[in-house]
């Protein structure tokens, strides 16, 4: 644990279990356009890349009408914000792992393809929030995931280089972020992603309390 000045996590699938507050969103908006709703799968394929990948993601799996797509994706947007936190919570284990880190000095960010304020949002209902010491959002910086400036941009901001530092992720999406950036990648295999698929060399693990009971895999 003391190798690492910084560890970043990504938000949904990682931290928390926000799929049942997307698909809810994402199936009301598809209703109001007209549409029938779509399998969760779409969802997963899709949700790193932001809501309006999987805005775009629902209309193809539909073979919709492409021209929908900022509708639907203002529409979900909306939704989805109104009901960011009916449902959403963190995984097991993710709490006492937070407190863990927090107890050996280890500063901490959140680097999501979420938009800022969303993401903001999410963790202070959910009372996460007060373990990050900065959160990067999707419209944060220019570009998002998996281009590495948001999460170089946030080492920064937590005083750590990339090599005395880790990315937790659960995408293929969190993989290229981390190799991109050049950080160790540490991967939720029960997250959204399933498994790792990258060149890039990575640290599985299936469950917080692992992570828990071996700290020094960190």
Not at 48 to 70: E, N
Request: net charge negative; hydrophobic share 40%; aromatic share 8%.
């Amino acid at each position: 644990m003391n190798s690492r000045k910084a560890i970043v996590f990504d938000l949904d699938g990682t931290l928390v279990d926000t799929l049942p507050d997307l698909m809810g969103s994402l199936n009301k908006a598809l209703a109001e356009c007209g549409l029938p709703g779509v399998e969760a799968t779409v969802l997963l394929d899709s949700l790193h890349g932001g809501l309006g990948a999987t805005a775009g993601a629902a209309l193809r799996a539909l073979t919709a009408d492409m021209t929908l797509h900022p509708e639907l994706s203002k529409r979900y947007e909306q939704l989805y914000t109104d009901q960011l936190c009916e449902s959403s919570l963190p995984f097991s284990g993710v709490v006492d792992f937070l407190e863990m880190l927090k107890r050996a000095g280890v500063s901490m960010g959140v680097c999501t393809n979420k938009l800022e304020q969303q993401a903001k949002q999410l963790l202070t209902h959910l009372d996460l929030i007060q373990y990050f010491d900065a959160v990067v959002g999707a419209d944060t910086y220019p570009y998002s995931k998996p281009h590495p400036l948001p999460l170089l941009k946030l080492l920064e901001q937590l005083g750590a280089e990339p090599s005395a530092s880790a990315f937790v992720g659960d995408s293929v999406v969190d993989a290229h972020t981390a190799l991109n950036a050049q950080v160790p990648l540490l991967y939720y295999t029960q997250g959204y992603g399933g498994s790792c698929k990258t060149e890039w060399k990575a640290i599985e693990f299936d469950c917080y309390s692992s992570l828990l009971s071996h700290p020094a895999q960190t």
